[in-house]
């Protein structure tokens, strides 16, 4: 029996961003964000890496400021938004690399292909949320994915040599969440 108490924090996604950026014709890196986010990180008895992490992304909302490119990364050619509306991850793992580093380890799951990502990550920080909706805390995560490992294969070749769009995809987290609060 785990007696072991965990503390659940809801990612506040109006305070979340999920971004990323990709080259395009191999000289530039175009980037984009995903405007919708939920899900929950568990935290131990004690202190503020988490034991548990659990995201659900709303694929239809990316925006790269450009609105044919979104509507062309929503379609079958990318993440085919219709059968595939929702990116996961669940984490599998975590490792503390002191008191506020960890790497956060899980399965990524996107167009319905699933593969291990790991994150570096690193406590933001804490504390009381100033509307009285209890604690908050807040991480910094990075990784990349080659894209074409979840079915992102899409591209073009360019006349002078090389692909219109890079197979690394860069990956930053800003995240906040707020947990209920706790008893004195």
């Keep these: 029996m785990n ?30 964000t995903f405007g919708t986010v939920a899900g929950t990180i568990e935290l131990g008895e004690s202190g503020l890496i988490p ?12 925006d790269t400021r450009e609105a044919q490119r979104d509507a062309h990364l929503r379609s079958p050619d990318f993440f085919h ?10 984490s599998t793992g975590i490792e503390a ?3 506020s580093r960890f790497r956060l380890t899980g399965e990524l799951e996107i167009r319905g292909a699933k593969n291990t990502v790991t994150f570096e990550a690193e406590v933001g920080g804490h504390g009381p949320d100033p ?6 805390v807040a991480y910094e995560a ?4 080659k ?10 070749v360019l006349e002078a040599g090389g692909v219109a769009i890079g197979d690394d995809v860069e990956i930053t987290l800003d995240v906040e969440a707020v947990g209920a609060a706790t008893a004195a």
């Design 131 to 136: 509307f009285g909706q209890g604690q908050r």
């Design 81 to 90: 938004v219709e059968q595939h509306p929702v990116m996961r991850f669940t």
């Design 97 to 99: 690399e002191g008191d």
């Design 3 to 32: 007696t072991t108490a965990t503390r659940v924090y809801t990612i506040d996604a109006k305070h979340t961003s999920i971004g990323f950026s990709v080259r395009h014709l191999m000289i530039a890196k175009v980037r984009g």
């Design 142 to 145: 990075k990784t990349k994915i």
């Design 51 to 62: 034991t548990a992490v659990n995201a659900e992304i709303d694929i239809a909302s990316i």
């Design 147 to 156: 894209r074409s490992e979840f079915g992102l294969t899409y591209n073009s």
